[in-house]
């Protein structure tokens, strides 16, 4: 694994606590005649979880795609760790938003797939891949195969997937959206504990403003097409609150309203 | 269920051969043996072995044919389908092959080629390939494209994600072709042994036609339907063997 | 592909196999490789006399009435097979073995059965493309998409409407998928049926050219043949892409 | 189809219009002119013309059905012997008579049909060996594999003997043969449909033997008589071209029996066939009645 | 329209004021092996508003096409307007949770595709189509073809379609789950206006408890496969608070909590 270089964020930027784990400057995407991205710069603190939220359709994969280096920007240029992206690396770990499952391979072959990739031992691939399919609570489906599956348990696939490779900064496109209520809101709890636990960098995208204010350090709310950032939000929530107790913590109910008002004059 | 099915095809498989043996019996034509006396015309070649040694000949190109095609076309499949470059240049060519009608070919395959193998085995290759090169292509320009960005993502070669990810993707569709492919190419090998020169299991039906023992050519017939069948039979078990995760049974159910 | 930023139209390479061919032809590498402007020669010389044309309807006639056979027949059939699990069962190995079987060897057996002429050349005609275009019509229905079905019965459709409203038309790509291959192997059928059965039409033109060696004669008609196949399968072609945008949305 | 006049015939072709046909057509346009109503059709090959007659699909065909006679259960007799067989070994320069052949591969039509049983009887006659016998059909294809060096040594019809030596008649020999007079081509139909049709089978023959008459005298008949609207007049011209050459040959070569066989072709087909292996039985036990119908015959040349 | 006949509530379920428009008892629905119902009895109230709550893969959508009519249950059975179901009829609609589209027709034509497999004629059928077209927001993509829309525009069509034939009772599977939160906002409010101001029956499934809380009059919880009902709860809140007040009145948060803990020991 790539150790990250203790950054020289070039400081034509506000300076921070938390050194950058990935800088986005300037980035604009056209496909063909759509401008998808314009102008786009952010920073995404490591160590920490920052949420893109916008209207559908407004970019926010595409934004995820060039910093997973699977596209080139039109212009502008992203840096992980301090490096320019040139490409996929092992720094960065993808999770699909339409899971992007192999369809002849079992849960087990799957979730091994990005150590199967990177060349890893067959043994020791599928022990760490046990790991994580239990941690998703798969455990019991390592031989069923993805058409088997509830779209639900495909994304826990794909999400095991991505935790398996031991990246630092983890790119998810809305990772829990196939998910049920009751499930995913176990799922978030699980996501702030590795957040808090492991030193990794997620960007997250949602479409559900509860869901970024409990789970992120860093809410980018994105503006429809051509997308430049609106507003960036911090929710410093406390959560060593009791985790029912926050949902009707005036604070976080303040920040949910306020970004709703912040949206709410696209829908219309 | 399964016996349900097995039943159910046993019944039509009846029905069928009953349909057979009254047609015979009645009969259609002095030219029609009846559904027994075709079997025992079979066992008859079977057990003196004139049946082995026609489908020796019979398979020779067959085998050959369906070889080459199958690596062939695969491969050029794949190039194609990979390649926008090769594509222009060469699908057309078997688009075109894939609509000609090339048995008219046979004629001057035997000027240039000879009696021998050699055209045999270019009849079972121009009826086999162009199906085969098509879906492959096809099927590999289709390969999703978020399980190729997926691993790109995790950084996988090129030659990984053609191995790992295009061809396991394209297989169903290369096998579908595949197997029309195969049936082209049986087509392939009886015209040109009904065409070019009677060896084979070609050659025990026309000369049983020109003796007139109409059971050993119907004997005949059946029997290289039933091994074209056994042959794909052959190909879907392959198929499942090597891709296990692409079987996924009755959609309805 | 592009060239110098422009992009070549997708056939343009026959452009450059023809210069190929002619430039084989040219340098008398072998008799049966005539110059393809020979052939061309050849082709405005031979298309409008009457042999010509007589051959061009009576293969017209056989094709047509083959795949009209082939339509009327297999689509309803394949339709059927798709909604009744028991002619299923019943039906699908035949159609497995007939579509895989080698149909060249059964043409004897349908000149016993139907006779020499027209008929037998049409039968197998429809032999040839009849099993693609059950079993495309077949997978069609059979991947329909449930809820489809479930809301025309929710909201009053009888069977019947339901077959025309819903199943036809979400069937329609796949259907047209069979169709194209079994025009495709139609042409195949009648070309074969032509040669093997009863010498008429572009088959007796194939071998009355072969045997006494008229080379560019051959290659003139083959070339007509070829282009008519091709004209056919990419109209069908072209009508599949029509429908191809609900094809991957069903 | 009770009635003569009613229906027309459906006469079965073993191969496509082409020059060797050309005799036969003149003879049904003579026929047609004597009130003869006909269709023909053009089989792939002879034993699909002998099938289809002996399933009744077609009423009267070309070719030498006498296997079919003997095994079939059907009552076929064989009116007309169009032409004999004529074939000629033709070889490369390696050999000069029957004889070298001996042990040597060769190249025939099919087997069991009439080059093969030229063979056996050569075999026979004088006691030689063929190596490898391999089969293609189509004397023309036969003419290309010797070009192409693939055989030494093949058994051809006249018209391709003929195109053969004019091409390259400094590589080819021609082996001498003996003289045969088994048919090569002959015309057959079902005996009860004779027997409802005398009528229409007198004037078919009778336009026969007026037409191979004729042609023993003066070859260029054929090309004059034929009909440029029918399907022979509409061949491509390379072939049109060398009718009456086609013809000469054959009348000098002895093709046609002016007489249309009868008795003495009959005894020689049950002799030859016996020999080649298509009948069974000693020849000489063999009733000419079981296979030919010789009344139109003999009412057309008496 | 079939008028409801004025009910005769067989009475041995507690009386309430209003009728019911459908009465379930003792459904039970198996699927070869799997049971997804077991003696499943719930009454829906005229003119309100029931949602189904459960965990994923309960029978939710099992129980709502028993309803309609598009299955037949294994036991028990279901009266709509106190005549016993036997098959669809005009006096109910769905909108499904795939729903149920035909690619091949525009937006126009989906629409008034009830109507139109109802005989009406065609003006008639595209003048009422229009109309509620405009009323979904889709005004200006009646030429449209689904697969141009967004996953959410195309079940606002499936909505339409469904609110076209005017039925007397609508049977919603999860109606909401493909919009982006901001739009699913504005639809649920829209959906509390259609309850107030028409007198039609609704019953919606949802995942979202918050949802749920939000828009019924009456909440249905159930257990797990085979599914019975575990509790009813009715709501009951003061919808004429500010609509963004609501959301943190301590009433509804209670009632999102009380039913998050119902359904929280199904989700370990
Ligand atoms: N391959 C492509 N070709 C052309 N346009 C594209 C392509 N991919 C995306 N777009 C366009 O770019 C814009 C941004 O797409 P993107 O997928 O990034 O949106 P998103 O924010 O992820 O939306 P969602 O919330 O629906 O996932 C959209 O308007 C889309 O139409
Ligand atoms: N056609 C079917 N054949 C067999 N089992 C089925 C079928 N349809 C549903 N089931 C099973 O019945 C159970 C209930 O399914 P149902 O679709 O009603 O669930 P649901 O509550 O709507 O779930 P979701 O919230 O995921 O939509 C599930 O366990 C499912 O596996
Ligand atoms: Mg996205
Ligand atoms: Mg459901």
């Given at each position: 694994?790539?150790?990250?270089?203790?950054?020289?964020?070039?400081?034509?930027?506000?300076?921070?606590?938390?050194?950058?784990?990935?800088?986005?400057?300037?980035?604009?995407?056209?496909?063909?005649?759509?401008?998808?991205?314009?102008?786009?710069?952010?920073?995404?603190?490591?160590?920490?979880?920052?949420?893109?939220?916008g209207?559908?359709?407004?970019?926010?994969?595409?934004?995820?795609?060039?910093?997973?280096?699977?596209?080139?920007p039109?212009a502008?240029e992203?840096?992980?760790?301090?490096?320019p992206?040139?490409?996929?690396?092992?720094?960065r770990a993808?999770?699909?938003?339409?899971?992007?499952?192999?369809?002849?391979?079992?849960?087990?072959?799957?979730?091994?797939?990005?150590?199967?990739?990177?060349?890893?031992?067959?043994?020791?691939?599928?022990?760490i891949?046990e790991?994580y399919i239990?941690e998703v609570?798969?455990s019991?489906?390592?031989?069923?195969?993805?058409?088997?599956?509830?779209?639900?348990?495909?994304q826990?696939?794909?999400?095991?997937?991505?935790?398996?490779?031991?990246?630092?900064?983890?790119?998810?496109d809305?990772?829990?959206?196939?998910?049920?209520?009751?499930?995913?809101?176990?799922?978030?709890?699980d996501?702030?504990?590795?957040?808090?636990?492991?030193?990794?960098?997620?960007?997250?995208?949602?479409?559900?403003?509860?869901?970024?204010?409990?789970?992120?350090?860093?809410?980018?709310?994105?503006?429809?097409?051509?997308?430049?950032v609106?507003?960036?939000?911090?929710?410093?929530i406390?959560?060593?609150?009791?985790?029912?107790?926050?949902?009707?913590?005036?604070?976080?109910?303040?920040?949910?309203?306020?970004?709703?008002?912040?949206?709410?004059?696209?829908?219309? | 269920?399964?016996?349900?099915s097995?039943?159910?095809?046993?019944?039509?498989?009846v029905?069928?051969f009953?349909?057979?043996?009254?047609?015979?019996?009645?009969p259609?034509?002095?030219?029609?043996p009846?559904?027994?006396?075709s079997?025992?015309?079979?066992?008859?070649?079977?057990?003196?072995?004139?049946l082995?040694?026609?489908?020796?000949e019979?398979?020779?190109?067959?085998?050959?044919?369906?070889?080459?095609?199958?690596?062939?076309?695969?491969?050029?499949?794949l190039?194609?389908?990979l390649?926008?470059?090769?594509?222009?240049?060469?699908?057309?060519?078997?688009?075109?092959?894939?609509?000609?009608?090339?048995?008219?070919?046979?004629?001057?395959?035997?000027?240039?080629?000879?009696?021998?193998?050699?055209?045999?085995?270019?009849?079972?290759?121009?009826?086999?390939?162009?199906?085969?090169v098509?879906?492959?292509a096809?099927?590999?320009?289709?390969?999703?494209?978020?399980?190729?960005?997926?691993?790109?993502?995790?950084?996988?070669?090129?030659?990984d994600?053609?191995?790992?990810?295009?061809?396991?993707?394209?297989?169903?569709?290369?096998?579908?072709?595949?197997?029309?492919?195969?049936s082209?190419?049986?087509?392939?090998?009886?015209l040109?042994?009904l065409?070019?020169?009677?060896?084979?299991?070609?050659?025990?039906?026309?000369?049983?036609?020109?003796?007139?023992?109409?059971?050993?050519?119907?004997?005949?017939i059946?029997s290289?339907?039933?091994?074209?069948v056994?042959?794909?039979?052959?190909?879907?078990?392959?198929?499942?063997?090597?891709?296990?995760?692409n079987?996924?049974?009755?959609?309805?159910? | 592909m592009?060239?110098?930023?422009?992009?070549?139209?997708?056939?343009?390479?026959?452009?450059?196999?023809?210069?190929?061919?002619?430039?084989?032809?040219?340098s008398?590498?072998?008799?049966?490789?005539?110059?393809?402007?020979?052939?061309?020669?050849?082709?405005f010389?031979?298309?409008?006399?009457?042999?010509?044309?007589?051959?061009?309807?009576?293969?017209?006639?056989?094709f047509?009435?083959?795949?009209?056979?082939?339509?009327?027949?297999g689509?309803?059939?394949?339709?059927?097979?798709?909604?009744?699990?028991?002619?299923?069962?019943?039906?699908?190995?035949?159609?497995?073995i007939?579509?895989?079987?080698?149909?060249?060897?059964?043409?004897?057996v349908?000149m016993?059965?139907?006779?020499?002429?027209?008929?037998?050349?049409i039968?197998?005609?429809?032999?040839?493309?009849?099993?693609?275009?059950?079993?495309?019509?077949?997978?069609?229905?059979?991947?329909?998409?449930?809820?489809l079905v479930?809301?025309?019965?929710?909201?009053?459709?009888?069977?019947?409407?339901?077959?025309?409203?819903?199943?036809?038309?979400?069937?329609?790509?796949?259907?047209?998928?069979?169709?194209?291959?079994?025009v495709?192997?139609?042409?195949?059928?009648?070309?074969?049926?032509?040669?093997?059965?009863?010498?008429?039409g572009?088959?007796?033109?194939?071998e009355?050219?072969?045997?006494?060696?008229?080379?560019?004669?051959?290659?003139?008609?083959?070339?007509?043949?070829?282009?008519?196949?091709?004209t056919?399968?990419?109209?069908?072609?072209y009508?599949?892409?029509?429908?191809?945008?609900?094809?991957?949305?069903? | 189809?009770?009635s003569?006049?009613?229906?027309?015939?459906?006469?079965a072709?073993?191969?496509?219009?082409?020059?060797?046909?050309?005799?036969?057509?003149?003879?049904?346009?003579?026929a047609k002119?004597a009130?003869?109503?006909?269709?023909?059709?053009?089989f792939?090959?002879?034993?699909?013309?002998?099938?289809?007659?002996?399933?009744?699909?077609?009423?009267?065909?070309?070719?030498?059905?006498?296997?079919?006679?003997?095994?079939?259960?059907?009552p076929?007799?064989?009116?007309?012997?169009?032409?004999?067989?004529?074939?000629?070994?033709v070889?490369?320069?390696?050999y000069?008579?029957?004889?070298?052949?001996?042990?040597?591969?060769?190249?025939?039509?099919?087997?069991?049909?009439?080059?093969?049983?030229?063979?056996?009887?050569?075999?026979?006659?004088?006691?030689?060996?063929?190596?490898?016998?391999?089969?293609?059909?189509?004397?023309?294809?036969?003419?290309?594999?010797?070009?192409?060096?693939?055989?030494?040594?093949?058994?051809?019809?006249?018209?391709?003997?003929?195109?053969?030596?004019k091409?390259?008649?400094?590589?080819?020999?021609?082996?001498?043969?003996?003289?045969?007079?088994?048919?090569?081509?002959?015309?057959f139909?079902?005996l009860?449909?004779?027997?409802?049709?005398?009528?229409?089978?007198?004037?078919?023959?009778?336009?026969?033997?007026?037409?191979?008459?004729?042609?023993?005298?003066?070859?260029t008949?054929?090309?004059?008589?034929?009909?440029?609207?029918?399907?022979?007049?509409?061949l491509?011209?390379?072939?049109?071209?060398?009718?009456?050459?086609?013809?000469?040959?054959?009348?000098?070569?002895?093709?046609?029996?002016?007489?249309?066989?009868?008795?003495?072709?009959?005894?020689?087909?049950?002799?030859?066939?016996?020999?080649?292996?298509?009948?069974?039985?000693d020849?000489?036990?063999?009733?000419?009645?079981d296979?030919?119908?010789?009344a139109?015959l003999?009412?057309?040349?008496?």
């Amino acid at each position: 694994m790539v150790m990250p270089q203790i950054k020289d964020p070039i400081g034509h930027l506000e300076m921070r606590a938390p050194p950058n784990a990935v800088v986005a400057r300037g980035v604009s995407k056209t496909y063909g005649d759509v401008e998808a991205l314009k102008n786009l710069s952010l920073e995404f603190p490591k160590g920490q979880l920052t949420s893109l939220l916008g209207p559908s359709g407004c970019g926010k994969t595409t934004l995820l795609k060039i910093i997973g280096g699977l596209l080139e920007p039109t212009a502008g240029e992203i840096e992980v760790n301090g490096t320019p992206v040139k490409g996929p690396g092992p720094d960065r770990a993808f999770v699909f938003q339409d899971f992007a499952l192999l369809p002849w391979a079992n849960v087990l072959r799957n979730v091994a797939f990005g150590l199967e990739l990177r060349g890893a031992a067959k043994s020791e691939r599928e022990a760490i891949a046990e790991k994580y399919i239990a941690e998703v609570g798969l455990s019991g489906f390592e031989k069923a195969f993805p058409h088997e599956l509830s779209g639900g348990m495909r994304q826990r696939v794909g999400l095991a997937r991505a935790l398996s490779v031991d990246a630092d900064v983890l790119l998810m496109d809305e990772p829990f959206s196939a998910v049920d209520e009751q499930t995913r809101r176990k799922f978030q709890e699980d996501l702030l504990r590795l957040v808090q636990n492991e030193n990794k960098t997620f960007i997250f995208v949602t479409h559900s403003i509860e869901e970024a204010v409990y789970v992120s350090d860093q809410i980018a709310i994105l503006l429809p097409r051509p997308s430049r950032v609106l507003e960036i939000i911090r929710p410093a929530i406390e959560r060593n609150k009791n985790v029912d107790n926050i949902r009707r913590d005036p604070e976080y109910l303040d920040i949910v309203d306020k970004i709703w008002a912040a949206l709410r004059s696209y829908v219309e | 269920m399964a016996s349900r099915s097995l039943q159910l095809k046993i019944l039509s498989a009846v029905a069928v051969f009953g349909a057979w043996q009254i047609a015979g019996m009645i009969p259609v034509s002095y030219a029609f043996p009846t559904f027994l006396e075709s079997m025992s015309a079979l066992g008859r070649m079977a057990v003196d072995g004139s049946l082995y040694q026609a489908y020796l000949e019979t398979l020779k190109p067959l085998v050959v044919g369906v070889a080459i095609s199958a690596f062939l076309g695969i491969g050029l499949g794949l190039w194609i389908g990979l390649s926008s470059k090769f594509d222009w240049l060469f699908s057309p060519i078997f688009i075109v092959m894939q609509a000609a009608p090339l048995a008219a070919l046979i004629p001057l395959l035997v000027m240039a080629y000879g009696i021998g193998l050699t055209s045999k085995v270019f009849v079972v290759c121009i009826m086999a390939m162009p199906v085969i090169v098509l879906n492959t292509a096809g099927a590999v320009r289709n390969t999703p494209s978020s399980i190729k960005e997926m691993g790109r993502s995790f950084l996988g070669t090129d030659v990984d994600i053609i191995l790992k990810i295009i061809i396991p993707a394209a297989s169903p569709v290369i096998f579908s072709g595949l197997r029309l492919g195969i049936s082209a190419g049986f087509i392939g090998a009886i015209l040109a042994e009904l065409k070019i020169t009677p060896t084979g299991v070609g050659d025990i039906i026309t000369y049983s036609r020109s003796i007139a023992d109409y059971p050993s050519m119907y004997a005949a017939i059946f029997s290289i339907i039933l091994l074209a069948v056994v042959f794909l039979n052959i190909v879907e078990r392959l198929e499942a063997y090597l891709f296990e995760g692409n079987v996924r049974g009755y959609a309805s159910d | 592909m592009t060239l110098f930023g422009y992009r070549l139209p997708g056939m343009s390479s026959l452009i450059l196999w023809g210069l190929l061919w002619e430039i084989v032809g040219r340098s008398g590498m072998t008799f049966f490789i005539p110059p393809l402007s020979e052939v061309f020669l050849t082709l405005f010389e031979v298309i409008g006399t009457p042999p010509f044309l007589k051959a061009l309807s009576e293969t017209s006639y056989a094709f047509a009435a083959g795949v009209f056979f082939a339509l009327v027949i297999g689509i309803p059939v394949g339709i059927l097979m798709g909604k009744n699990r028991l002619v299923d069962e019943l039906l699908l190995p035949w159609v497995n073995i007939f579509l895989s079987a080698p149909l060249t060897a059964l043409v004897p057996v349908l000149m016993v059965l139907f006779g020499f002429g027209m008929r037998s050349i049409i039968i197998t005609t429809t032999l040839f493309a009849i099993w693609i275009i059950i079993l495309n019509a077949r997978a069609g229905v059979m991947q329909i998409n449930r809820s489809l079905v479930e809301m025309a019965r929710s909201f009053g459709a009888t069977p019947m409407v339901a077959f025309y409203k819903i199943y036809f038309w979400a069937a329609l790509p796949e259907i047209l998928g069979g169709v194209r291959i079994g025009v495709i192997r139609a042409v195949k059928g009648v070309i074969i049926g032509q040669l093997l059965i009863s010498i008429v039409g572009f088959g007796a033109l194939f071998e009355l050219y072969a045997n006494n060696f008229l080379m560019a004669h051959f290659w003139a008609v083959l070339v007509v043949l070829f282009a008519l196949a091709f004209t056919v399968s990419e109209f069908l072609a072209y009508l599949e892409r029509r429908v191809s945008y609900y094809a991957a949305k069903r | 189809m009770g009635s003569a006049q009613a229906a027309k015939i459906n006469i079965a072709l073993a191969e496509t219009p082409s020059d060797e046909l050309a005799a036969f057509f003149v003879a049904l346009d003579r026929a047609k002119a004597a009130g003869l109503d006909y269709e023909w059709t053009a089989f792939s090959d002879e034993e699909l013309a002998i099938q289809a007659v002996l399933s009744g699909q077609m009423d009267i065909g070309f070719g030498t059905p006498y296997a079919a006679m003997q095994r079939s259960k059907a009552p076929i007799r064989i009116v007309f012997q169009l032409s004999k067989l004529k074939f000629f070994p033709v070889t490369s320069k390696k050999y000069g008579k029957l004889e070298d052949l001996n042990g040597e591969p060769i190249m025939l039509h099919s087997r069991g049909g009439g080059t093969d049983s030229i063979a056996n009887v050569i075999e026979d006659k004088l006691s030689i060996k063929f190596g490898d016998r391999s089969y293609v059909p189509g004397s023309s294809n036969r003419v290309a594999a010797l070009m192409a060096g693939q055989t030494d040594a093949t058994i051809v019809d006249l018209s391709n003997k003929n195109k053969l030596m004019k091409l390259a008649s400094d590589r080819f020999n021609v082996l001498p043969m003996f003289e045969v007079d088994a048919s090569d081509e002959a015309l057959f139909a079902n005996l009860d449909w004779i027997k409802k049709n005398e009528n229409d089978v007198d004037i078919f023959v009778k336009a026969l033997v007026s037409v191979w008459q004729d042609m023993a005298k003066d070859p260029t008949i054929i090309s004059r008589e034929t009909d440029p609207e029918g399907p022979i007049g509409q061949l491509p011209k390379e072939i049109l071209g060398n009718l009456d050459e086609f013809y000469f040959d054959a009348v000098e070569g002895g093709l046609y029996d002016p007489n249309g066989g009868g008795r003495k072709a009959a005894m020689a087909d049950l002799e030859w066939y016996s020999a080649a292996g298509q009948l069974d039985g000693d020849p000489s036990t063999l009733n000419i009645e079981d296979f030919w119908y010789l009344a139109p015959l003999d009412a057309a040349t008496k």
